[in-house]
């Protein structure tokens, strides 16, 4: 992340945490803050993520924030687990430069970090949303609960919220999409990455992260497409069935029906160079009988 381009990056699992969608919402910033400070550092030097530090500690000490983590800072993974402490401190002074490339100002670095640790696995599926999504989201969940909200923003459900990290989670391929199915993203929706996972774990999700029906789903697609949150199309060669290709680097469905098609050119030549081997090898193996 740079302080201009802002966004965050969070478990697909976090999205069955808390009890409500607020709270839920509210990990996925914690996340993203700890989250933006490590990917700052691993891209940047040290002497650019300490410059950054000072900035965000002196902001913090302007507004009485403790930039210091206790001599004994401890958190602990999903687990139960304590991290060791250098790696602990670390994600305290993350949280303090995250939240600086974040923007945010309030909240409590310590509990950044803390959820951040909790929310920590291994075999982790990520999903990384914009600043200005994730705010509107949180912005609609307050104001759900009866919290006055003093700025303006375009609503964001989080029945969309969740689609819409369900989506992200889905790594594109080389020409910038994904397919998905209603399934995939029923379960992603869920914060499973896979089908299977969300069969053995769907009994034991929470009130407020239920699995989304298909009709859900479609509606829901059916107004995010238009309102430029992703481009979609149909691969198909008939009038039903096929697969449905997801963007979020086409402006334009017309710009992913394009990479669609060069991505069945593609495909199309490997199996035909493929087929051609195949039965290169038929013939030369015959000969030797």
Not at 210 to 219: E, N, V
Request: glycine share 6%; with cysteine.
């Amino acid at each position: 992340m740079s302080k201009e381009d802002r966004y965050y990056t969070a478990p697909l699992s976090i999205l069955t945490s808390g009890q409500t969608p607020l709270e839920a919402l509210l990990n996925v910033n914690s996340c993203g803050v700890v989250n933006a400070g490590i990917g700052y550092r691993k891209v940047n030097d040290e002497d650019d993520f300490q410059t950054l530090l000072e900035e965000a500690n002196d902001e913090a000490e302007e507004k009485g924030v403790t930039v210091k983590p206790p001599p004994f800072f401890n958190l602990k993974d999903a687990d139960g687990k304590s991290l060791p402490p250098d790696e602990a401190k670390d994600a305290w002074f993350c949280a303090h430069a995250g939240a600086k490339l974040c923007g945010i100002t309030g909240g409590n670095r310590a509990d950044d970090a803390r959820i951040w640790a909790m929310h920590r696995h291994e075999g982790a599926v990520f999903f990384k949303i914009k600043s200005e999504w994730l705010w509107n989201a949180i912005r609609t969940a307050r104001r759900e609960a009866g919290v006055k909200v003093e700025v303006d923003f375009k609503p964001l459900s989080w029945r969309e919220f969740r689609i819409l990290a369900a989506i992200l989670s889905s790594k594109p391929n080389s020409y910038q999409f994904t397919f998905l199915g209603w399934e995939c993203i029923q379960a992603r929706a869920c914060g499973f990455h896979s089908k299977a996972l969300f069969e053995s774990g769907r009994n034991a999700l929470p009130d407020h992260c239920q699995p989304l029906t298909r009709q859900m789903i479609r509606d829901a697609c059916d107004k995010l497409e238009p309102l430029g949150f992703f481009a979609r199309c149909r691969y198909s060669g008939g009038k039903s069935g096929g697969f449905t290709a997801y963007s979020f680097r086409h402006p334009k469905r017309e710009d992913l029906q394009a990479a669609v098609l060069q991505w069945k050119s593609a495909n199309s030549s490997l199996k035909a160079k493929r087929d051609a081997h195949r039965a290169s090898d038929l013939e030369a193996f015959k000969r030797t009988k």
